[in-house]
């Protein structure tokens, strides 16, 4: 197999190095040991499509990689696979200023997107915490959301075009640049927020949108859980243009203050909950305004607006590190859940039920995206046991939560895939007609289930 993959690719495009063999060979989860048999470093869509003919021709498995930050286990591989680093395919092309969009390879890093789309006076409004490590083809592959979904909606909403090279190594170029492409069926969806099980994704055309005029951004602190919808009710029958509403606990933020040094409470006294919103003013005093409107209502206690750019990057930075800093806390529990944004204090008060009255060893840390019903549920042992035992708890406790979701007609995978590690919770969102017909799907890209096996299913 190596003598094979010499033949076309550089020494420093082929790595069985040990450490770079367990760095590639995960993401961010901790729940499996990473194990594949080789990296490989395609720099070119030919690379990637001789990788994937010859491995499909002699039956091996592959892992496609990207930033390796999800959340999901989607791109480990536990199990000798070929992994694909698409880490050297990531050339960002200008931006096409007329048509609003920009191609780019997809080991692109989503903040670099960002920054290019800017330099050209237009904005890329795929944004969340890890930027600076995604990479758009991973980006591409869970159907990130992220801080702006409220506004702009989910990967799937920006991406107009996609190159992506199939099993059998043949490479597919779908759409490119056009708005309106209604010849038949849209193969350019299906492989979006497919975890990689579909084909590899070297190319994208991306949909940029107008820079924000004026965006505002203020943290408001409330008595009780029940105010944050309210509050959501509130700005938007106000007519305020929404761009992020966030939503983080005392638990969270103390996270945050503890961890990063860069970081302070912008309050002086202490609360529980807490809200950050972004709005898109159309005058100056817009959001002194919003939150005089939410005092007078008594749905916030206190709130602060940023007044330059490290307030914001401060009161961001409080909402923006706590995945991380709350994964320093110890032995941490991750879900990513959705319910309808009307059913958000049923889920939350019979979850916080659920947790105190039968796992109290348990602490739970509750954030998210809360404007689109998503909230990322962390279950931290506070007494720090044997991990084993944790597992086994919060999987029983898995199950109970995901009944609760199925009961409310939410999600139990909001933004972050199904994975390794939420396999077993597809059940409680799809019906066994919409898994087999995904298993049929499946089998007409990849019908010897080599492109990352056991994702998913
Ligand atoms: C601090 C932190 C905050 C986060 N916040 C958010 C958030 O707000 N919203 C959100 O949605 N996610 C969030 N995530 C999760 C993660 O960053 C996203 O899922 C991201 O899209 C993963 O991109 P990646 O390049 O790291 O992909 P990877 O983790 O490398 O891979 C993810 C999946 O994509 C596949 N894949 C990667 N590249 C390709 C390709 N070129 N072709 C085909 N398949 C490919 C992999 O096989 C795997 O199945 C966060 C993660 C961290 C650590």
Request: charged share 25%.
């Amino acid at each position: 197999m190596n003598t094979y993959f010499a033949s076309f690719l550089e020494a420093n495009q082929i790595s069985q190095v040990q450490s770079d063999l367990e760095e590639y060979g995960k993401d961010r989860t901790k729940m499996h040991a990473p194990d594949p048999s080789i990296i490989l470093f395609p720099k070119t869509t030919e690379h990637v499509s001789k990788i994937l003919s010859y491995c499909n021709n002699n039956n091996i498995s592959v892992v496609p990689s990207g930033g390796r930050t999800g959340l999901s286990g989607a791109a480990m591989a536990p199990n000798k696979e070929v992994v694909i680093s698409l880490s050297k395919m990531n050339s960002i092309a200008s931006v096409d200023s007329i048509g609003s969009l920009i191609e780019v390879e997809a080991g692109a890093i989503l903040e670099s997107i960002q920054a290019e789309v800017a330099k050209n006076g237009l904005y890329f409004p795929l944004d969340f915490a890890s930027k600076g490590t995604a990479q758009i083809g991973g980006c591409i592959s869970t159907n990130a959301g992220g801080v702006k979904v409220i506004k702009y909606g989910m990967t799937r909403d920006i991406v107009l075009g996609l190159e992506v090279v199939l099993m059998s190594g043949e490479i597919l170029d779908l759409n490119k640049k056009l708005i309106k492409d209604n010849s038949g069926y849209n193969l350019i969806q299906p492989f979006i927020g497919s975890e990689g099980t579909l084909g590899v994704i070297t190319k994208a055309t991306l949909k940029c949108v107008p820079k924000p005029s004026n965006p505002q951004v203020a943290l408001f602190a409330c008595e009780s859980f029940e105010q944050i919808p309210e509050i959501l009710k509130e700005v938007r029958t106000a007519g305020y243009d929404l761009a992020a509403f966030e939503f983080f606990t005392s638990s969270g933020k103390d996270a945050v203050i503890s961890h990063i040094n860069s970081i302070s409470y912008p309050f002086e006294e202490e609360y529980e909950f807490f809200t950050l919103i972004e709005i898109c003013a159309s005058k100056d005093d817009d959001m002194i305004d919003l939150m005089e409107i939410l005092a007078e209502k008594e749905l916030i206690i206190d709130g602060t607006t940023a007044e330059n750019s490290s307030e914001v990057e401060n009161l961001w930075g409080l909402r923006e590190n706590i995945s991380e800093s709350v994964s320093m806390m110890g032995n941490v529990h991750k879900n990513d859940i959705s319910v309808p944004v009307s059913k958000l204090i049923e889920f939350v008060t019979k979850l916080e039920k659920l947790v105190n009255t039968k796992y109290s060893q348990y602490h739970l840390v509750l954030f998210g995206h809360i404007g689109d019903g998503n909230i990322h549920v962390n279950i931290i042992d506070k007494e720090d046991r044997n991990i084993s035992d944790f597992k086994k708890e919060t999987h029983i406790l898995d199950q109970e939560m995901f009944e609760l979701i199925r009961s409310l007609n939410g999600s139990i995978s909001a933004e972050h895939g199904i994975g390794l590690l939420k396999k077993e919770g597809l059940k409680y969102r799809r019906t066994e007609l919409e898994i087999s017909l995904m298993k049929q799907i499946k089998a007409v890209f990849d019908p010897k289930n080599l492109l990352n096996p056991g994702k998913i299913f």
